[in-house]
């Protein structure tokens, strides 16, 4: 099997490490997590413990399935117990933000942005960055939860009418409303199709 046609084995999800106000937004990250377990993908995270970030883990060892949870030494026992993370399959503990997302994407075959504040934001819009740049082609999924991407996807929209994003057709994330969809549609749509090409080069100079 050739490096550009393997398939999608892992998903790094980006979220928030709170819960936010709308329950619908924890709910979906054990969804999501539930239905990567159940199609054997593993989880790759920020190993937070809490908020959506413990929900989405949570779903995922809950029916069985594994999870890498990545985060750096300071934020330990901010967003995350020493407890719960003992119960994650695998972790890493890094020095600091940069080291984590480099692991984060040398580690995932796809990325989905669940709701969050500006860490989720800065993450999902990094792997964006790349991704117009060339430098990756794993797919790229906006969870949109009750609407929440709306503003993001709008302000995208103008960004690309107004001639900033030059290579748009390189930055086409999927915009998933039923975060029950997500997996189906990755595997369905992506599976044969995951173009590595650029990713040896962009972990080198990350």
């Known amino acids: 099997m050739s490096e550009h046609s393997m398939p999608i084995r892992s998903v ?5 490490s709170q ?5 619908a ?34 779903g995922v060892l809950a029916h069985g399935g594994r999870v890498t949870g990545i985060i750096p030494q300071f934020l ?3 967003e ?16 600091d933000m940069h080291e984590r997302k480099h692991k984060m994407f040398e580690r ?8 969050g504040g500006i860490g989720t934001l800065e993450e999902i819009v990094e792997i964006m960055t790349w991704g117009q740049l060339g430098r990756h082609r794993k797919p790229m999924v906006f ?12 302000l995208i929209r103008h ?16 915009v998933i409303d039923d975060p029950e969809e997500i997996v189906s549609t990755l595997l369905d749509h992506w599976a044969s199709q995951v173009d590595r090409e650029g990713e040896a080069e962009i972990i080198a100079r990350l």
């Open 108 to 115: 995932s075959d796809a990325f989905v942005a669940l709701p």
């Open 80 to 95: 995350a117990t020493r407890h719960s993370l003992g119960q994650l399959s695998e972790l890493i503990v890094t020095p």
């Open 19 to 23: 819960p936010g106000r709308d329950a």
């Open 12 to 16: 790094c999800v980006y979220c928030g």
């Open 159 to 174: 960004m690309a009418d107004e001639g900033f994003i030059h290579t748009a057709h390189l930055v086409q994330p999927l």
């Open 25 to 58: 937004y924890v709910n979906a990250g054990r969804s999501l997590g539930k239905a990567m377990a159940e199609n054997h993908l593993r989880l790759v995270y920020g190993g937070g413990t809490k908020g959506m970030m413990g929900a989405v883990a949570s």
């Open 143 to 154: 969870a949109n939860i009750g609407g929440f991407w709306d503003p993001m996807l709008k």
């Open 76 to 78: 330990i026992d901010m």
